[in-house]
């Protein structure tokens, strides 16, 4: 009884509660591959296919991104298209029998829809014809082996033939190691084919595009008669800590730059991509020879 006169009275009365309800969850779409890019220098997002429309080419910090073969083609030419393509059956072998080489070629000719590293053909820039060739990074890294040496060297040789100028886009990883000395041996070809074209005085103009080194460098892509790049582009030959340790000196930051190659007296342009089929057209026009002219 007392236990009721002085116990403690509840202020509030409680009310048995229903569960909580939860909201039905929401069901997250997944963004379908290759949908949107992000640009690796300064992080903005892009649609592929505005991206495309730019010409790959970030606009927000203005990074260059690899363009393929055909890209390439397509960006340049008129009409987007080659009017003749040279060479275009011919494979690669394995003379040395290094293992696993033929089935790494196999799945990079998957990846590619292209035979070897390299396309090359005559087209129209701006209505005059020109020999080109465009090398493509997506093929053992756009490497250079026997084949593409000798389809540098047969398309310099038409050239010849046909008393037209040359162009050679270069992103290149090197000479193909897979083949050894014949990858060697493709500098030296390449760079006699060219000998011929400066007596003949035809005009080449070497392209360098991200990347450009080892034996490329050191060979066709440095022998233009013009030699232009695009901005940013990484060229040279061995590596920057391979180069540190031999020399013992730290190298500038930006070291193997187009920009600094340019300031330094190894280029002659950096030229934008947007800018390129422009520039190239201007510089054919001028060396094109013209009745009466």
């Given amino acids: 009884m007392l236990k009721d006169l002085f116990g403690k009275k509840r202020k509030f009365a409680t009310v048995p509660t229903k569960p909580i309800e939860r909201a039905p969850a929401i069901e997250q779409k997944e963004v379908p591959e290759g949908l949107m890019n992000k640009c690796p220098h300064c992080g ?23 363009l393929s073969a055909p890209e390439r083609i397509a960006s340049l030419l008129d009409d987007g298209v080659l009017t003749e393509e040279f060479d275009a059956d011919m494979l690669s072998a394995n003379p040395l029998g290094f293992p696993g080489y033929l089935d790494k070629l196999e799945k990079d000719k ?8 390299i396309v090359t053909g005559e087209g129209l820039l701006m209505g005059n014809r020109v020999v080109i060739g465009v090398m493509d990074s997506r093929f053992r890294m756009g490497s250079m082996g026997s084949v593409v040496g000798e389809k ?51 005009l080449f103009i070497s392209v360098l595009t991200h990347p450009t080194t080892g034996g490329v460098s050191a ?11 695009e901005p940013g582009a990484t060229i040279g030959f061995a590596g920057r800590r391979i180069i540190e340790q031999t020399i013992r000196q730290e190298l500038p930051k ?11 007296g190894q ?20 060396h094109t020879v013209r009745e009466g002219v």
Avoid at 254 to 264: G, I, N, P, S, V
């Fill in 152 to 202: 540098i060297t047969r398309a310099i040789e038409r050239a010849l033939e046909r008393k037209l100028p040359v162009i050679l886009f270069a992103a290149s990883g090197g000479a193909r190691m897979q083949e050894g000395a014949l990858s060697l041996m493709q500098m030296a070809k390449t760079s006699a084919a060219l000998a011929q074209m400066d007596r003949e005085g035809l």
């Fill in 44 to 66: 903005t997002i892009h649609y592929s296919k505005d991206l495309e429309k730019n010409l790959r080419v970030c606009k927000g910090c203005q990074h260059h991104y690899s």
């Fill in 254 to 264: 930006d070291f193997q730059t187009a920009e600094f190659l340019l300031k330094h």
């Fill in 267 to 286: 280029l002659d342009m950096v030229v934008h991509r947007k800018n390129m089929r422009e520039t190239l057209g201007k510089i054919v026009e001028m």
């Fill in 110 to 117: 998957e990846l590619s829809n292209l035979n070897e590293a």
């Fill in 219 to 229: 060979s066709f892509a440095s022998l233009g008669d013009i030699n232009i790049a």
